[in-house]
């Protein structure tokens, strides 16, 4: 392992335990069950079982135009969860699927980097060349970029369009009784509520890290805190939402890292075969 990776997951370790810590001492993590009490989602984790889920529309409300993608991904869900009664596994097998919708862009993305990587030197010439003039040197880079039959928005558009599918299933696994109380495995009870031990954040948070230093962009792999803040960012942000959030997450940096890690090795063997030939 070497020292960024360690580095990285030490930082997760300790914000995990000054989390754990914080929410200790408020008592978040305290038995909070008492016969005075029923939270909304233990209602709805007994009268799921009296309902037919496709009635459940609570998660359309206060949607706005993001139930264009909220509607098809629950609808989804549902039918899978119908099929094999677990709605973790469904939440996986739902998240690969829209990893694999995602793959032309995701690969002609990780293409786009790994070419602007090549035009590293050719970058920098140019840079230092019009160092005292920004407008040029974004001209010149701009130029490059259009001899060389690169589009640098293509890097841009895949994360644009994964925004609105994190908030449709943000929204989803929030609200869908399907999730409450439905449990994953070992420590996993309720994938509505957090990780009581935060273990998939940082799984998916050191996931993260990987897949964007694999990807093969040359100015993340230049500008190392383009890898770090927007993985502990996260991180931190995932250890106070539904575990179900997380096992999205975890599950898509999986599926992204394989792919920049297949993709890696592609382009190294046919550069090597193009050295040969």
């Excluded at 299933?169 to 996993?188: C, D, H, M, P, R």
């Amino acid at each position: 392992m070497d020292h960024e990776l360690s580095r990285l997951i030490l930082a997760l370790i300790l914000t995990g335990v000054v989390f754990f810590a914080w929410n200790y001492y408020r008592g978040v993590l305290s038995d909070r069950s008492s016969e005075s009490t029923i939270s909304v989602k233990q209602i709805e984790k007994v009268e799921v079982k009296k309902m037919n889920i496709r009635k459940d529309l609570s998660i359309y409300k206060n949607c706005g135009r993001l139930k264009i993608v909220v509607y098809p991904i629950y609808r989804a869900l549902e039918f899978i969860n119908d099929k094999i009664k677990n709605p973790g596994l469904a939440l996986i097998i739902i998240t690969i699927a829209i990893r694999l919708l995602l793959m032309p862009m995701t690969v002609k993305q990780i293409k786009s980097s790994r070419r602007m990587a090549e035009l590293k030197d050719e970058i920098g010439a140019i840079k230092n060349r019009h160092k005292d003039n920004m407008l040029e040197m974004q001209k010149a880079i701009s130029r490059l970029y259009s001899e060389k039959g690169i589009n640098p928005l293509v890097n841009i558009g895949l994360g644009v369009l994964q925004v609105p599918l994190f908030f449709a299933l943000y929204k989803i696994v929030n609200e869908a009784s399907i999730f409450s109380g439905a449990e994953l495995g070992i420590w996993i009870n309720d994938l509505s509520a957090p990780d009581p031990y935060f273990i998939l954040p940082f799984l998916a948070g050191i996931a993260m890290y990987l897949g964007s230093r694999y990807s093969g962009n040359s100015e993340v792999q230049t500008q190392k805190w383009l890898i770090y803040l927007p993985t502990v960012l996260f991180t931190i942000f995932l250890l106070k939402q539904p575990s179900g959030l997380a096992l999205y997450m975890l599950v898509g940096a999986i599926f992204q890292l394989a792919v920049s890690v297949v993709s890696g090795l592609a382009f190294s063997i046919k550069e090597k075969k193009g050295k040969t030939a």
